[in-house]
RNA sequence: GAUCCCGUAGCUCAGCUGGAUAGAGCACCUGCCUUCUAAGCAGGCGGUCGAAGGUUCGAAUCCUUCCGGGAUCGCCA
């Protein structure tokens, strides 16, 4: 709706320029607008270097004459200045007012619907394991991402998948059963998901020492290792599993049910939620089908051995084994198996989005190509939203060397954190302890959230847990605080409601801090629609930092509510409100709340 | 060995569909609370944009090579 509003107007106009002073004019998308740089007067610049040819004369008697040609036919164009090739144009403060107007009463990050439906997983945890900040960044991002859809107008199907089988549980399963003396979360006040992760550290524990004792006694290092009793117990434990074994089945019922609590307990905490849960248990045994269907169509091929593989050699790839030789499955046949399982679930989504980190790439440039040679029509919509690792500064997290930064123990600290500066700043001393403690962590998930949020997706990022993460600057709880603070002026002047209503247009003349405010405005449904399509929440996170911090600006040097006169204070009010609703909206993209005072 | 990602200020990061003198935050230094919330504002310090070539009127941005860091290439998940 609002995005590239000046482009609308200025592109043909630009043409229209050219036409008339040249006979020639050049794409409309060709006509490149950048922000005026802060030391020339100006919004929006031209540059018409690559147009010279069109012109056929210098660049700045080009310059000249499109500007001349603007100021005398477009009633937004003020007036212009040109500096060698660029041509800085001035826009009319009556076009700011009228989009402030026009903002004013509506959410400008409201897009109109696509009729699109799509599918985010943003989640697939372990479930021997509890989560750690690597998760967080996966969660954080694929919510995000969620939201941001949402917002751009497609309805959006949350969904993660847990991985709840599997040798990894069965290790958990034998160890708690050999040490846990009954051990319960009830019982031991522990977690689920910390509880069960206890027992999967102690089984690594007891296996190393087995391997060490045989090793000792003679055995060379690649026997021990796959000999160590504790490890044929959980492998005969997987036996069982797969056979249905009461017992075993029960056992890992309860165990994993542990687990879920432990991380609806964290998922609740973090703001999110999933329409749908996948569970490993129920589709391991997927794909098959369809990879043998895959052989008879000749889209794959059968070696000597009975194994059935796809080449992918003619793409760049290699050859990858979808059936073992005895006829079992592997991890992407199931894959293959629960994308087409989704789909018919789900009919007419027209993306699958997978949040999952980089390491595997491969993985899924293998699967998508493996889906599109099987010939589903909605396999050029399935796309791996990757992102790199968290890394410490001691380098990547090992959960088996203890060098993880588990979630809740973090979220507890930044909490902390907040709270230790909230109560030094004393400022909510009039509130209760709950609701103190509800704002800070709102503040301490947010400056955990924006951290890992305001970075590009696809990049590593260092976190250093000495160091811990800001409150002030370019921070989540900086944009609350701007919030808060915009609130409660309003509040003090009268308007609560979001939308203040109209604003005094026409002859009324801006403020540069006025007008830096409101141009940050302008751009956001633009931001809103790069964020969707690149699916980057950063694009956001960055905007809504620029944005509050031009309000900051402004609130510091021009006064609102100590303004005498009526219609400028009635401006100044209308631009705090639509600042406010615009950095709500955005900080709900971002899955982060935003207080109404701090 | 092959493929992919990354390298911008002391640190953490923007900018990358080619455009003007490369921007923020943190840290460090200076100012600003008897005026709408100082988790703020204003200013200072700080850069061979990993290196070298190339394309171009113009390169942090595109291409090539090299260096450095990481990931992946399993009948594991």
Not at 159 to 168: E, F, P, S, Y
Not at 256 to 261: A, L, M, P, T
Not at 519 to 529: D, E, I, M, T
Request: aromatic share 10%.
């Amino acid at each position: 709706m609002f995005q590239d509003r000046l482009r609308t107007i200025l592109a043909p106009a630009v043409q229209a320029a050219f036409n008339d002073c040249f006979g020639q004019s050049p794409d409309a998308g060709s006509i490149g607008f950048q922000p005026t740089r802060p030391e020339f007067e100006g919004d929006t610049t031209i540059n018409v270097f690559p147009f010279l040819k069109l012109s056929g004369k210098g660049p700045e008697p080009t310059a000249q004459a499109v500007g001349e040609h603007l100021v005398k036919h477009v009633g937004e164009v003020a007036r212009f200045n040109v500096v060698k090739g660029f041509l800085n144009i001035v826009v009319a403060d009556a076009y700011w007012l009228g989009f402030l107007n026009e903002a004013a009463g509506t959410d400008i990050l409201k897009f109109t619907p696509t009729g699109q439906k799509m599918m985010v997983e943003y989640a697939s945890p372990n479930t021997n394991k509890p989560l750690h900040l690597g998760h967080l960044r996966n969660i954080f991002l694929g919510w995000s991402v969620g939201r941001i859809l949402e917002a751009a107008g497609n309805e959006v199907v949350k969904v993660q998948v847990v991985n709840d089988r599997g040798i990894h549980i069965c290790k958990s399963m034998v160890a708690w059963r050999m040490y846990g003396n009954g051990e319960t979360p009830a019982t031991s006040g522990l977690k689920g998901d910390k509880l069960v992760g206890k027992y999967y550290v102690a089984f690594d524990k007891a296996y190393k020492a087995e391997v060490a004792g045989l090793i000792a006694a003679g055995e060379p290092e690649a026997d021990a290792e796959k000999k160590a009793p504790i490890l044929l117990d959980a492998q005969d434990m997987l036996r069982r599993w797969e056979a249905n074994d009461p017992e075993v089945r029960m056992l890992w019922a309860t165990m994993n049910g542990w687990v879920y609590d432990g991380f609806n307990a964290t998922y609740a905490r973090v703001g999110v939620g999933f329409d749908k849960s996948y569970y490993e248990s129920n589709t391991y045994l997927l794909g098959k089908e369809d990879v043998l269907k895959g052989v008879e169509n000749g889209v794959f091929f059968r070696k000597a051995d009975g194994s059935v593989w796809v080449d992918n050699t003619p793409e760049g790839l290699d050859e990858k084994v979808l059936l073992r030789a005895d006829g079992t499955s592997l991890y992407i046949t199931q894959d293959i198996g629960t994308a087409i399982q989704r789909f018919v679930e789900f009919p007419g989504l027209s993306r699958m989005i997978y949040t999952v980190g980089n390491e595997q790439d491969y993985h899924f440039k293998v699967l998508f190509l493996i889906l599109k040679k099987l010939g589903f029509s909605w396999a050029p919509g399935l796309f791996h939203l990757s992102y790199g690792m968290v890394d410490l500064p001691s380098g990547k997290m090992k959960s088996r060397e203890g060098t993880v930064v588990d979630a809740d123990d973090l979220i507890d600290e930044m909490v902390a954190e907040a709270r230790s500066t909230g109560e030094q700043l004393s400022k909510l001393d009039d509130l209760g302890e709950q609701e103190k403690q509800a704002l800070f962590e709102q503040i301490g998930l947010a400056a955990l959230k924006y951290f890992l949020l305001k970075v590009d997706p696809k990049k590593r990022m260092l976190f250093d847990p000495k160091a811990s993460i800001d409150l002030q600057g370019h921070t989540g709880p900086f944009i609350q605080y701007t919030y808060a603070r915009i609130r409660s002026l309003l509040g003090k002047a009268g308007v609560q409601a979001e939308p203040p209503g109209q604003v005094p247009s026409a002859n009324a003349s801006l403020l540069p801090e006025e007008k830096a405010v409101i141009k940050g405005l302008h751009q956001f449904p633009a931001v809103l629609n790069e964020a969707a399509t690149k699916l980057d929440p950063s694009a956001m996170a960055n905007h809504t930092y620029e944005l509050v911090k031009a309000y900051n600006t402004f609130y510091q040097t021009v006064p609102v509510l100590k303004e005498e006169d009526a219609s400028k204070r009635a401006l100044r009010l209308a631009m705090s409100a639509a600042v406010a609703a615009t950095t709500k909206k955005a900080m709900w993209c971002l899955g982060i709340e935003v207080p109404e005072r701090m």
